[in-house]
């Protein structure tokens, strides 16, 4: 099971009212390699994975739900108490006329969070680079949000969630190393 | 507790508890590659033990910070009270 | 081999563009690219400084801002 605490993993903190800023934020919600898609697709695979990685794919998966918890916090500070005539004007007039200020799992153009973002092969091998080929593109999407947001103290969370992506991705590079080869675990690639 | 603005010891204590757990998360993914790294495992072992102190010292003055009996509660049920971490 | 983290190449500017040429195009290639399985006892940020960072180990830290805008943000 699973616990919930009363705490964001950093400290987010927004600057202005942006509604603009949040509708680029919502591709890292419910975007193709966004954090909702990293949880699930992790949080899936494991079940399947050799028994020595399950681990690290529990606690990657795991960590990815406090960061979609993050990206949620910004969205929801970057839109609060906004009017719906500053939605209109932020280009969230589509968002608002389905959701209000809600959020809800789409990407930044409005397509509907799907199942076939993510895959499990079964093949260890191919699921671990499906996996390290996720963190380097959501590594690239904070990298293109960080260029497009003047925020400054957003872009303080952007970085700590850019860089995330860098330490799962160099995690399961190791995992690959561990299951190509069972023993120590310590090897040069 | 609705709209009262909270203390800056909150936000210092809630950061000092992000810090530390933040090195945990760092730590436990190192050592579930790593899991014969003894130094890195006395370190997880010394950092857990400094999180559930100032976890407890912060759940004695702004509530419980995990529901499911892994905090305690005051009269009447502290867990529903505001704030929620994306408010603060 | 360049481990250096941030990388570049010139593309091909035809007279025809019609857009202001942006003459060096930059891309990123951070650390996990080149360190291998992680070492034993690689050197630790304090648990402020790993919060701030993002990450605990400074071979893993890679910043990263706009290549395109040169003020710094």
Known sequence: MWLYEKKLQYPVRVSVCNPRLAKFLIEQYGGADGELSAALRYLNQRYTIP??????????????????????TMVYKLTKDATPEEMKQAGLGDHYANHDGALFYHDAAGNNWTASYIQAKGDPIADLYEDIAAEEKARATYQWLINMSDDPFLNESLSFLREREIVHSQRFREAVELIKDSNTGKKIF | MANKPLPDDYYQRLEEIQ????????????????????????????FT???????????????????????????????????????? | MDTSFRKSFEPFISRFDPCKPIPV?????????????????????????????????????????NPYRHDGK
């Not at chain 1, 028994?51 to 949620?72: C, N, P, Q, W």
């Not at chain 3, 690219?33 to 180990?57: D, R, V």
């Open chain 2, 49 to 88: 033990k400094k999180a559930k102190e100032l976890r407890q010292m912060f759940e004695e003055r702004y509530g419980p910070m995990i529901h499911f009996g892994h905090s305690y509660s005051t009269h009447p049920w502290a867990w529903i009270e505001s704030p929620w971490p994306w408010q603060v």
């Open chain 1, 51 to 72: 028994d020595k990685v399950i681990g690290l794919l529990t606690d990657i998966g795991t960590e990815e739900f406090a960061h979609l918890e993050m990206i949620a």
């Open chain 2, 19 to 46: 810090k530390i757990d933040f090195t945990l998360v760092e730590l436990n993914l190192y050592l579930d590659t790593h899991p014969q790294d003894l130094e890195a495992i006395k370190q997880y072992n010394t």
């Open chain 3, 25 to 65: 195009k930059y891309y990123e290639t951070p650390p996990q690219l080149y360190l291998g399985f992680q070492p034993e006892g690689l050197e630790q940020f304090s648990p402020a400084e790993a919060l701030k960072h993002g990450t605990l180990w400074p071979a893993l830290y890679a910043p990263y801002s």
